[in-house]
C-alpha cells in the first residue's frame, strides 16, 4: 500500500497568516490526491482534489500543489473558520491511505 | 442535494455482530462507487472498505479483512457493511463516502458510532 506521511502533525498560527501543510508519498501518485478539512464532531470536507483543483465552494486562499512525491496545501490568510484539522489522501492505487493528518490551531 | 445517512451504530460487545446501513439520496447511486472509512476517537481517518457500482469490485483494509463485508442494494439507493467478530480496537466513527468518478471519496455522511466494549 502507498504510505502517505504528513507533515506537521499540528502547527500554531494567528489569524492572517499563511500556512503550508505537506504530504509526501511512498511511490509516485501523478496528481492523485486530495486535501480534507475536518472540524471536530464533523465529516471531513474536500477542499481540493487532484492535487491542485479547488473544490467548488472553497475559498480561494486555500491551494495545492505538487505532482509525483511531494504535494503541499497552502492556507494563504488564515481565517478563524480554518482553525481545523487537515489530511491528505492518496486516490492513486487501492487502498486509499490518508496522511495523519495536521490539526492547526491558534 | 447529495445526502448520505448512516444508521446502525451502538454499543456491542467483543466478538459481537453489527450492520451498519447507510441511505443515499440527491444522486444516481447506482452511477457511484462508494466506501466506508472509519476514525477511532481522537485518531485519524483510516479507509475500510470500497465497493464498485456494480458490485463486482471490493477492497478491504487488512485491518478488517475476513471480517467485514461491503454490499449495497442499488434498487434501495443503499449501502451496507456487516460486521463480525467485533474487536475494541474496532471502536470508530464509521463514515459512508461516496467516490468523485475516478477518484477518492468526495461527499461523506454524518458517521455512526460504533462501541466495542464488555
Known amino acids: 500500500a502507498i504510505q502517505m506521511t504528513q507533515s506537521p502533525s499540528s502547527l500554531s498560527a494567528s489569524v492572517g497568516d499563511s500556512v503550508t501543510i505537506t504530504c509526501r508519498a511512498s511511490?509516485?501518485?501523478?496528481?492523485?490526491l486530495v486535501w480534507y478539512q475536518q472540524k471536530p464532531g464533523k465529516a471531513p470536507k474536500v477542499l481540493i482534489f487532484?492535487?491542485?483543483s479547488l473544490q467548488t465552494g472553497v475559498p480561494s486562499r486555500f491551494s495545492g500543489s505538487g505532482s509525483g512525491t511531494e504535494f503541499t496545501l497552502t492556507i494563504s490568510s488564515l481565517q478563524p473558520e480554518d482553525f481545523a484539522t487537515y489530511y491528505c489522501?492518496?486516490?492513486?492505487?487501492?487502498?486509499?491511505?490518508f496522511g495523519q493528518g495536521t490539526k492547526v490551531d491558534i | 442535494e447529495v445526502q448520505l445517512v448512516e444508521s446502525g451504530g451502538g454499543l456491542i460487545q467483543p466478538g459481537g455482530s453489527l450492520r451498519l446501513s447507510c441511505a443515499a439520496s440527491?444522486?444516481?447511486?447506482?452511477?457511484?462507487?462508494m466506501n466506508w472509512v472509519r476514525q477511532a476517537p481522537g485518531k485519524g481517518l483510516e479507509w475500510i472498505s470500497y465497493?464498485?457500482?456494480?458490485?463486482?469490485?471490493?477492497y478491504y483494509a487488512d485491518s478488517v479483512k475476513g471480517r467485514f463485508t461491503i454490499s449495497r442494494d442499488n434498487a434501495k439507493n443503499s449501502l451496507y457493511l456487516q460486521m463480525n467478530s467485533l474487536r475494541a480496537e474496532d471502536t470508530a466513527v464509521y463514515y459512508c463516502?461516496?467516490?468523485?468518478?475516478?477518484?477518492?471519496?468526495?461527499?461523506w455522511g454524518q458517521g455512526t458510532l460504533v462501541t466495542v466494549s464488555s
Open positions: 463516502a461516496r467516490d468523485r468518478p475516478a477518484g477518492g471519496p468526495e461527499y
Open positions: 511511490q509516485g501518485i501523478r496528481n492523485d
Open positions: 440527491g444522486f444516481i447511486f447506482s452511477s457511484y462507487e
Open positions: 487532484a492535487a491542485s
Open positions: 465497493i464498485s457500482a456494480s458490485s463486482s469490485t471490493v
Open positions: 489522501l492518496q486516490d492513486h492505487n487501492m487502498p486509499w491511505t
